[in-house]
């Protein structure tokens, strides 16, 4: 992010994506054992609170610290709870690109909400980090997600042939990119 390192909070017309910190390994541990969350991001959950901690602290709060990455806790306005997360991840600032990564608590799923929250920070990814290129990494039984992505202008690059393991399974994985000069056309300023 900036050189002060000051971590960015965006809002839309519904939702405040923040900082996310220890405080919130009660909602990670709850939302990451949630089977419908586990089936969408294709990775079981933490077995106990204190996993959950590590897991926290490895996936969203890290990458923030050392420049790899930002991950925000989404909430509704005037809410305290957390409703899900998303966020870059493999952020590289030589050749401008990062991976995003989301996830929303399956009681708010069909509402159009990850896809405002994703707007935002798409928006942060281009105007902010000066990012040139976001790709999205989808299991190919995600279609939800593979939906999403395509509403926010991604463009399928291929299919990542059983780049994966689940529950003891080779996965197929389909990429998506959305580039900086493309993003007009996904209706993200």
């Known amino acids: ?40 991001s294709g990775f ?33 306005k005037g809410s305290s709870g957390l409703i899900g997360s998303c966020g870059f991840y493999g952020w590289s600032k030589t050749s401008r690109r990062a991976e995003v990564g989301y996830d929303l608590d399956p009681a708010h799923w069909g509402k159009g909400l990850m896809r405002e929250a994703l707007r935002a920070a798409l928006r942060c990814g281009f105007e902010v980090m000066a990012l040139n290129r976001i790709q ?14 395509q509403r926010l202008g991604f463009q399928q690059e291929g299919v990542l042939r059983q780049n994966s ?3 003891g399974e080779f996965r197929d994985e ?6 900086r000069e493309e993003r007009m056309n996904a209706g993200i300023p």
């Open 165 to 167: 393991v689940f529950r």
């Open 174 to 179: 389909a990429c998506f990119s959305l580039l």
């Open 1 to 40: 992010m900036k050189e002060s390192r000051e971590f960015l909070q965006l809002e839309t017309d519904r939702l405040v994506l923040r900082e996310m910190t220890l405080a919130d390994a009660e909602f990670y541990f709850r939302h990451f054992n949630d089977e419908k969350v586990v089936l969408g």
């Open 44 to 76: 079981p959950g933490p077995e106990t609170l204190e996993a959950a901690e590590k897991e926290l602290e490895l996936y969203c709060i890290r990458p923030f610290k050392v420049a790899k990455g930002i991950r925000w806790g989404i909430m509704w």
């Open 136 to 149: 999205a990494i989808i299991d190919c039984e995600n279609v939800r997600s593979i939906r999403l992505v």
